[in-house]
């Protein structure tokens, strides 16, 4: 599964984005849920939100949403300490082969930064 991210930027503090995250890839049937993780400068990455298809996840001033192979994230009324490098995750039970896991396996996209102004 390959992720390609978009959306990120610079903004002014109360300001809104939208980032996107596609999937694609000959296992993108088998994604059991998506969603986006942050990480700020000198800090450890953390999960903003992950849904299954169909799903909707407000999670305060952002709204995770996903439609089959792409997930969304709408931000709104953004602050300086939202400032840090979105990453889209995806995972799976199944590996190229079709085969079922115990664990899930974790793909990442490339990272879209999202830098607010005060």
């Known amino acids: 599964v390959q992720l390609q991210a978009s959306g990120g930027g610079l903004v002014q503090a109360g300001g809104s984005l939208r980032l996107s995250c596609a999937a694609s890839g000959r296992s993108v049937f088998s994604i059991n849920t998506m969603g986006w993780y942050r990480q700020a400068p000198g800090k450890e990455r953390e999960m903003v939100a992950r849904?299954?298809?169909?799903?909707v996840s407000v999670q305060g001033r952002f709204t995770i949403s996903r439609d089959n192979a792409k997930v969304y994230s709408q931000m709104n009324d953004l602050k300086p300490e939202d400032t840090a490098v979105y990453y889209c995750n995806a995972d799976s039970y199944y590996n190229a082969y079709g085969a079922r896991l115990v664990s899930p396996l974790n793909y990442w996209g490339q990272g879209t930064q999202v830098t607010v102004s005060s």
């Open positions: 849904v299954f298809s169909g799903d």
